[in-house]
T-cell receptor, first 114, second 112 residues
Framework: EAGVTQSPTHLIKTRGQQATLRCSPI?????VYWYQQALGLGLQFLLW???????NRGNFPPRFSGRQFPNYSSELNVNALELEDSALYLC?????????????FGPGTRLLVL | GESVGLHLPTLSVQEGDNSIINCAYS??????FIWYKQESGKGPQFIID?????DKRQGQRVTVLLNKTVKHLSLQIAATQPGDSAVYFC???????????FGTGTRLKVLA
């Protein structure tokens, strides 16, 4: 069974540009989570999607947004990139029943903002 | 691969010894907890979870202990192996909040 996949693996952008990160959950999983992991910090919760709906978002500005498609894959968009957005962005998926199921993580997208 | 966090607390353990990694969680209402392992350059990997109606749960070579009174979680790894070297962090969740809170992690170094 394929795990959570993310693309691209690496992304280099300049300040002010937009970045789009993609995630495909494990087959059968309906919940997708996005996290930011900056160097020296723990995982910071960004967004949680379940059945196409945004269930919750973390303490990030509105320029961080996303969506979940009918096939449960997801996109994270970061507008007006800032240098401090440089981080590893991790996507996780779970069965999405009740919100307390094991999250399985993808390998991440490393975003570098110059 | 790149290191995950440059200023994490580090636990150095001799190969074959037992490791104990601790985590203080923040929300007394949290009722679900997970331990993850993250190797350099990889995404976090699920190790073991525990619900608040339990105080101990065992897996293969790992045991999680939960002390709700002091909001403390620990991960015990038996007979630590070189492949256990990684960053370990806990996560907490309260049912219905649709949010997980992650600890910053502890780096485990296994000495040969």
């Amino acid at each position: 069974e394929a795990g959570v996949t993310q693309s691209p693996t690496h992304l280099i952008k300049t300040r002010g540009q937009q970045a789009t990160l993609r995630c495909s959950p494990i087959s059968g999983h309906t919940s997708v989570y996005w996290y930011q992991q900056a160097l020296g910090l723990g995982l910071q919760f960004l967004l949680w999607y379940d059945e196409g709906e945004e269930r919750n978002r973390g303490n990030f500005p509105p320029r961080f947004s996303g969506r979940q498609f009918p096939n449960y894959s997801s996109e994270l968009n970061v507008n007006a990139l800032e240098l401090e957005d440089s981080a590893l962005y991790l996507c996780a998926s779970s069965l999405g029943v009740g919100g307390q199921e094991t999250q399985y993580f993808g390998p991440g997208t490393r975003l570098l903002v110059l | 691969g790149e290191s995950v966090g440059l200023h994490l607390p580090t636990l150095s353990v001799q190969e074959g010894d037992n490791s104990i990694i601790n985590c203080a969680y923040s929300n007394s209402a949290s009722d679900y907890f997970i331990w993850y392992k993250q190797e350099s350059g990889k995404g976090p990997q699920f190790i073991i979870d525990i619900r608040s109606n339990m105080d101990k749960r065992q897996g293969q070579r790992v045991t999680v202990l939960l002390n709700k009174t002091v909001k403390h979680l620990s991960l015990q790894i038996a007979a630590t192996q070189p492949g256990d070297s990684a960053v370990y962090f806990c996560a907490e969740n309260t049912r219905g909040t649709y949010k997980y809170i992650f600890g910053t992690g502890t780096r485990l170094k296994v000495l040969a």
